[in-house]
């Protein structure tokens, strides 16, 4: 029947009809995400989640790798970091293959990345004006966005120790030098640690959606120039990976709970005052990522 059905339309009306689907045909499929976030209510006990469902243009999307360092000072932080690489290497193939932007932010290791195309792509993107200051105070190499008493409460876990778990605590210091090379930089990526040059980047993108992974949650994918506070601040749609990050912090301090519970209470902080977050599995359709030490992962 198909057959007498295109008999009755000449080969160049099939022809032009075969092109003109063809783009829609190889389009990218749209970011499905299940975005899981918290009423903000500073002050009163955290309510129970809320998920909706969003569908992100992937050619408005970028995703930004923060801090995976290839060392570490705490022997734990690193060993989780190099567990969690593989994982959200898979992951940001996935975006990439789907029109994603990815930018790479080892903060304070982008001169190791000089001359590379990445790193010329970032620095010298078109400038771009902001629609608000960037923060101009300065930790740990950076400018930094420090927690906002206006917006949100205070911290669940206590990391004033720098939030080395191992049992013999190790001595702080700065060993990083680049990226984990178990994170590939693929030729479209750029390589940032700077908070101008991450909006010139988004703005000459038409970027409308930034999502955020990498480490440390409670430290700097909050704080770092490129990271959390900054981009809900000049008025991004922003979410976090909760799978895909750690925290520094250790169990012996308030609230003495698991190092994976304590992670799970400053996602849950970040859901509630700044942005929703989603699993990797929305990208990959892999199941989430789970720390072989997390004894949940289990269950």
Known sequence: MLRHYFAAYPAIVIALAVVTLAPAMNEPAGLALHLRSRTAAP???????????????????????????DHHWCKSAEARVGELAGPMNDMLKTARARGVFVIHAPSTCTAFYKDTPQRERARTAPAAKTPVPLATSERWGTAWNWPDGKRE????????????????????????????????????DAVTDDGQETWNLLTARGTENVILCGVHLNMCVLGRPFAIRQMVKLGKNVAL???????????????????????????AHVERYWCPSFTSSDITGQPAFHFKADPRAKK
């Not at 004033?160 to 030729?187: H, N, Y």
């Not at 990050?245 to 799970?264: A, C, K, L, Q, R």
Request: aromatic share 6%; net charge negative.
């Open 43 to 69: 002050g009163k006990e955290p309510v129970a989640p809320t998920e909706r469902k969003v569908d992100w243009d992937p050619k408005k999307t970028a995703i930004i790798v923060c801090d995976m360092w």
């Open 241 to 267: 990976v909760r799978d895909m990050t750690d925290t520094m912090y250790n169990p012996d301090h308030p609230p003495g709970v698991s190092h994976f519970e304590g992670t799970d209470r400053v996602v």
């Open 153 to 188: 409460g205070v911290l669940p876990v206590d990391d004033s120790d720098m939030g080395c778990d191992c049992k013999v605590k190790c001595e702080i210091r700065s060993p990083w030098t680049r990226q984990t090379a178990a994170i590939e930089i693929a030729e479209g």
